[in-house]
């Protein structure tokens, strides 16, 4: 069975950093976008970033642009979410997941839950002050 597994998460204080990864069990994770989304407790899920596959290209959501950085390996296998500059309003359960198919006007569908096809089970990250 395929799944996306994310490691990275962790406690860190304001202004540290981590990095989360996110790879896809069972295949080569051959998907058009892996997406980057955290929920917090009492709050909906809320898009962090994207990253269309083939060649890197980011979408950010504003609030953490400058701070976070989406990528990929080379070998196509692995995605990462860079968090810098960390706030106590950043921690929440960080989910990875992927889109098979592209989709026109990514930069605004990419940031609904309901686009992607398959999610990790998430990683918690907690910001303290």
């Known amino acids: 069975q395929v799944q996306l597994l994310e490691s990275g998460g962790g406690l860190v204080q304001a202004g540290g950093s981590l990095r989360l990864s996110c790879a896809g069990s069972?295949?080569?994770?051959?998907?058009?976008?892996m997406g980057w989304f955290r929920q917090a407790p009492g709050k909906e899920r809320e898009f962090v970033a994207a990253?269309?596959?083939?060649?890197?290209?980011?979408y950010y959501e504003d609030s953490i642009k400058g701070r976070f950085v989406v990528s990929r390996d080379n070998a196509k296998t692995t995605g990462f979410l860079q968090m810098n500059s960390l706030e106590p309003e950043d921690s929440a359960v960080y989910y990875c997941?992927?889109?098979?198919?592209?989709?026109?006007?990514?930069?605004?569908?990419?940031?609904?839950?309901?686009?992607?096809?398959?999610w990790g089970h998430g990683t918690q990250v907690t910001v303290s002050s």
């Open positions: 069972g295949r080569t994770f051959s998907d058009y976008y």
């Open positions: 990253i269309r596959w083939t060649d890197s290209y980011p």
């Open positions: 997941a992927s889109r098979q198919r592209r989709v026109a006007s990514a930069g605004y569908y990419l940031r609904q839950p309901a686009q992607y096809d398959l």
